[in-house]
């Protein structure tokens, strides 16, 4: 369409056709916004719902397996351990309140500790009782 086209064209359609493109223009703006807002809502709810629920029902998670490894920088493993299963062991709560008060002096260690319970904690059997044998 030429240029006289448009200027021949009457105000009232001329009016129409500037509503359709300003109406086209933000449908497109708000869909692609929403369009956007609901793949972060998809990605990000998983993990803010597990966040949430984590600290809410305070419900640690156990350890299935613990690897010890000594070395020296730039050089391979000169020990390396493992524990599995039966080996991993929950702390009784009088564990946790000895714990406690081995520490009662130290402010800084209590209120580390303060954020624990006695789940939270697990010991290792038989880690670090076998000899390593040194790897060039």
Same mark, same amino acid.
């Given at each position: 369409?030429?240029?006289?086209n448009?200027?021949?064209?009457?105000?009232?359609?001329?009016?129409?056709c500037?509503?359709?493109c300003?109406?086209?223009?933000?449908?497109t703006?708000?869909?692609?916004?929403?369009?956007?807002?609901?793949?972060?809502?998809i990605?990000?709810?998983p993990?803010?719902?597990?966040?949430?629920?984590?600290?809410?029902?305070?419900?640690?998670? $156990?350890?299935?397996?613990?690897?010890?490894?000594?070395?020296?920088?730039? !050089? %391979?493993?000169i020990?390396?351990?493992? /524990?599995? #299963?039966?080996n991993?062991?929950?702390?009784?709560?009088?564990?946790?309140?000895d714990l406690?008060?081995?520490?009662?002096?130290?402010?800084? $260690?209590?209120?580390?500790?303060?954020?624990?319970?006695?789940?939270?904690? !697990? %010991?290792?059997?038989?880690?670090l009782? /076998?000899? #390593?044998?040194?790897?060039?």
């Amino acid at each position: 369409m030429k240029l006289t086209n448009y200027l021949s064209l009457s105000p009232r359609r001329l009016n129409e056709c500037i509503y359709f493109c300003f109406n086209f223009i933000l449908l497109t703006l708000i869909s692609g916004g929403l369009l956007i807002v609901l793949l972060i809502i998809i990605m990000w709810f998983p993990l803010a719902f597990m966040s949430i629920v984590q600290t809410v029902a305070g419900i640690a998670n $156990a350890p299935k397996e613990v690897k010890v490894s000594l070395s020296l920088e730039g !050089f %391979s493993d000169i020990f390396t351990d493992y /524990s599995v #299963g039966k080996n991993l062991r929950k702390w009784e709560e009088q564990e946790f309140k000895d714990l406690n008060q081995g520490f009662i002096q130290n402010l800084g $260690a209590q209120q580390m500790l303060s954020r624990y319970d006695h789940g939270d904690l !697990f %010991s290792v059997k038989g880690l670090l009782t /076998s000899r #390593g044998k040194v790897t060039n």
